[in-house]
């Protein structure tokens, strides 16, 4: 039950691509494809941007994808916003019915 | 409108113990599985434990094993945390979340537990 590995930071500027990744193992993340992602305000609750990989919740931006390549699931936020500031953390099925959370990413828009 | 609010934080020594409730609405509470995750101040997301519907499978993460039960009433469409043996390194904001195909939408707002002497 090792938490799953992110970078701590990353930046773009305004209008620009961010890509945080999120690695794990064959037994979580390469194992399933129930990989979401969350955005976190300061004193907020988590937000659900993705689901199963690479599905939008209704009411997301599109700029928000998902994609999965082996033990790496990785989020793109293509034309990064002001209001994109914000913590990421990726979340993985590990089986059993277990959850694993990524370490988290502190985005920050230059 | 789906909430889940939760309550039972609060500070409290070394060694005691505390109950966590989460009181859903506005979906039906019975048919999702449940889940318990906490947040160290300025630390990241760890999930703790979830509950199947009808509460015959529960599962926990390894730190807690053997300190914390989950538990739910549906007729009060109610989940628990029962902490045991609190330690400092259980100082979290405790949130409750829905499960549904694998990720979690709905979110409570959380209830800080402090473990201090």
């Known amino acids: 039950q090792s938490a799953l590995t992110q970078p701590p930071s990353a930046s773009g500027s305004l209008g620009q691509s961010v890509t945080i990744s999120c690695t794990g193992t064959s037994s979580d993340v390469g194992g399933y494809n129930y990989v979401s992602w969350y955005q976190q305000h300061p004193g907020k609750a988590p937000k659900l941007i993705i689901c199963e990989v690479s599905k939008r919740p209704s009411g997301v931006p599109d700029r928000f994808s998902g994609s999965k390549s082996g033990n790496t699931a990785s989020l793109t936020v293509s034309g990064v916003q002001a209001e994109d500031e914000a913590d990421y953390y990726c979340?993985?099925?590990?089986?059993?019915?277990?959850?694993?959370f990524g370490t988290g990413t502190t985005v920050t828009v230059l | 409108e789906v909430q889940l609010v939760e309550s039972g934080g609060g500070l409290v020594q070394p060694g005691g113990s505390l109950r966590l409730s989460c009181a859903g609405s506005g979906f039906t509470f019975s048919s999702y599985w449940m889940t318990w995750v906490r947040q160290a101040p300025g630390k990241g997301l760890e999930w703790v434990a979830n509950?199947?519907?009808?509460?015959?499978?529960?599962t926990y993460v390894d730190s807690v094993k053997g300190r914390f039960t989950i538990s739910r009433d549906n007729a009060k469409n109610s989940l628990y945390l029962q902490m045991d043996s609190l330690r400092a390194e259980d100082t979290a904001v405790y949130y409750c979340a829905r499960r549904s195909s694998g990720s979690y939408v709905y979110w409570g707002q959380g209830t800080l537990v402090t473990v201090s002497s």
């Open positions: 979340c993985s099925y590990a089986g059993n019915n277990n959850y694993v």
């Open positions: 509950i199947k519907q009808d509460g015959s499978e529960k």
